[in-house]
């Protein structure tokens, strides 16, 4: 069967992260900054929705030209500080869509991730593409953001297409495409060709993906070695063998922000609890155990997060998580005064496949 290869990239995703939970946001040009926290302006733009693109404000630009570009276009700009952790959250829930409509998942950022949907589309382009959309539709209600996605025979030319449409694209390209999908770009848009490798090509006398095509791939083992110019040789016709390759979490974590600000256990504890259930049904479906248990805590005062941690004998019963949780909770509380306004728990030394034996087995 031929193998069917999706990935999806969600758009604009800070700054549509920012804009769910702020939909005064909508329509105006909008920056997500990331301060280097030397001086006050210093630091780059980690994306910008595409109102400000338009404006020429992009991912890495320093925060003080994008200001600049702002102020000469005349326009008024929200500038933003990036919120990583809740960014992360959003980026959870949506692999966990991806998770459940695939045969085998990769994540490959915070807000990109390649599947396998051979099985599940029989080898079909149609019913990839009706799986797809079905992907974008549950990601969208659930969670109000828009991906774009690409599927292609491999990763490669996947991850190529979900660029073609953006935002809120779908392109399927079969195998029987490939060939004029590639013709004409240039040789920096195949994954993996950076600046250095294009400048080398071109002093080659080479631009185009096709020209990279025609080229004999001995040339290419010469300037690059074997491997590398072999590779380049192959990406150039479209070629990508490589897996879709679960990459197992190393840990597993939920926070959620408490309905009022509170110091009082009693209230706290209850969504731990929540929580602690959420995370077994995922540590279920991972098939995993833990050993390391952590509560983390949101000051309501300065939004600090801090994290409290406690490793314990190897289990998977998420009630010992939960009562290590609680013990931390309350000795996080008596030394901490003060209202918390988010609480997570996490597990991680997280161990795949079967629980070892321990000693007290034998
Ligand atoms: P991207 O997917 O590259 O960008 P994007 O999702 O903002 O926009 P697009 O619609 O073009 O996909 O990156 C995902 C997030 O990663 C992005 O929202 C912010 C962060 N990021 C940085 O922090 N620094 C960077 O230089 C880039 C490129 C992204
Ligand atoms: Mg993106």
Redesign the pocket.
């Known amino acids: 069967m031929n193998r069917i290869i999706f990935h999806a ?7 549509s992260a920012e804009q769910l939970r702020n939909p005064e946001l909508e329509g105006k040009p909008v920056a ?1 900054l ?1 301060y280097s926290g030397r001086e006050g302006d210093s630091g ?1 733009v ?2 910008a929705n595409y109102i400000a693109r338009d404006l020429g404000i992009d ?2 630009m320093p925060i003080k030209k994008a200001k600049q570009v702002a102020e000469e276009a005349d326009r008024e700009v929200i500038f933003l500080e ?1 919120d990583i952790d809740y ?1 992360r959250q959003l980026s959870e829930k949506i692999m966990e869509i991806f998770y459940e409509h695939a045969d085998a998942m990769e994540k490959l ?4 991730a390649y599947l396998d949907l051979t099985e599940k589309s029989e080898g079909r382009w149609e019913k990839a593409r009706e799986i797809a959309s079905g992907i974008k539709e549950k990601v969208k209600e659930e969670t109000g953001l828009t991906c ?1 996605v690409g599927i292609a025979p491999n990763k490669l030319i996947a991850k190529m297409a979900s ?1 073609e449409e ?2 809120d694209g779908l392109t399927v390209i079969k195998d029987s495409q490939v060939e004029d999908f590639l013709t004409g770009r240039p040789v920096e848009d195949l994954y993996g060709v950076g600046e250095k490798t294009a400048s080398v090509l071109e002093q080659m006398g080479i631009q185009t993906i096709d020209d990279l095509a025609k080229v004999n791939v001995e040339r290419l083992k010469e300037k690059f070695g074997s491997k590398a110019g072999r590779q380049l040789h192959e990406k150039a016709l479209g070629v990508d063998d490589s897996p879709v390759e679960e990459k197992k979490p190393k840990q597993l974590s939920r926070i959620q922000t408490l309905k009022k600000d509170s110091s009082d256990p009693g209230k706290i504890a209850p969504i731990l609890k929540e929580l602690a259930s959420d995370l077994e049904k995922r540590l279920e479906k991972e098939g995993a155990s833990f050993r390391t248990v952590s509560i983390i805590t949101v000051s309501a005062k300065d939004y600090q997060m801090r994290t409290r941690s406690r490793t314990i004998p190897e289990t998977r019963d998420m009630e010992d998580a939960l009562s290590v949780a609680k013990d931390l909770l309350n000795d996080f509380l008596e030394e901490n005064p003060g209202n918390l306004r988010r609480i997570g728990l996490r597990v991680s030394n997280l161990k795949h496949g079967s629980l070892q034996k321990t000693l007290l087995d034998y």
């Open positions: 990239d969600l758009d604009a995703f800070y700054a997500i990331i780059a980690s994306t991912s890495a990036a960014y950022s915070i807000d990109e774009s660029g953006k935002p």
